[in-house]
């Protein structure tokens, strides 16, 4: 076991408690490792996984790419994750079906395939993981679904700025319209006029490159009377 692989095991464990029963000597396998990836790194649709890749910190946002270019994000994976695109890749041994961001600096454990297969077979704990993530995620998936076929575009973006806002504690937001546009698989047109929509009655204003002055309970209405 490499020293920094062996330094981490206690944190790898904690944060991955599916790896609990994993033997010393398969922890041994030269293939494993733990790299480093910064922001702005990218996967592309169609690419072939040797590894299988566990989040042990950071974000990778899962995105498809439309013929026009446009974007629809899909899900993120942050800590104690995995991309279930990734995994359904991997198993079913087909090119990547989504593209992968790195937005921040992350940290991966890296399982050459084999290995993680062989893994998959003899730890129980690891397989259910794995299956429960697969059905998480699809629950994600269709309410996304649901969200683009049903749910106004208003009631969407303000959804979307309250979700961003939650980690913060003031009124404003650093996003550009073509980001939320990305975020919710939509033209950049529709979120202008939409945040002009709601400019005008007062809910926001609509600076350059951010969304100041939210009135996060004005948003919150009309996500309970439109939704």
Request: hydrophobic share 40%.
């Amino acid at each position: 076991m490499n020293n920094q692989l062996s330094s981490r095991l206690d944190d790898i464990v904690r944060t991955f408690p599916c790896f609990k029963n994993v033997s010393t000597s398969d922890w041994e396998n030269r293939g494993l490792s733990i790299v480093r990836v910064p922001p702005s790194i990218a996967i592309a649709e169609g690419h072939l996984f040797e590894h299988a890749a566990f989040v042990l910190s950071g974000t990778v946002r899962i995105y498809k790419v439309g013929a026009t270019g446009r974007e629809l994000t899909l899900y993120r994976v942050r800590q104690g994750e995995v991309c279930v695109v990734m995994m359904a890749s991997i198993l079913g041994e087909t090119p990547y079906e989504a593209t992968a961001a790195i937005e921040e600096d992350t940290v991966l454990l890296l399982l050459p395939v084999d290995l993680f297969k062989r893994w998959m077979s003899n730890y129980p704990t690891l397989n259910q993981y794995i299956y429960k993530l697969f059905i998480k995620r699809m629950v994600g998936v269709t309410d996304l679904i649901d969200d683009i076929a049903f749910k106004p575009m208003e009631v969407r973006v303000a959804e979307l700025v309250l979700q961003r806002l939650s980690a913060g504690c003031d009124d404003k937001l650093s996003i550009t319209h073509e980001q939320l546009a990305s975020e919710l698989g939509t033209a950049r047109e529709v979120v202008s006029r939409t945040l002009k929509e709601l400019e005008q009655r007062g809910v926001l204003e609509i600076g350059r490159g951010s969304i100041r002055h939210i009135r996060t309970e004005e948003l919150k209405r009309i996500v309970t009377v439109l939704k």
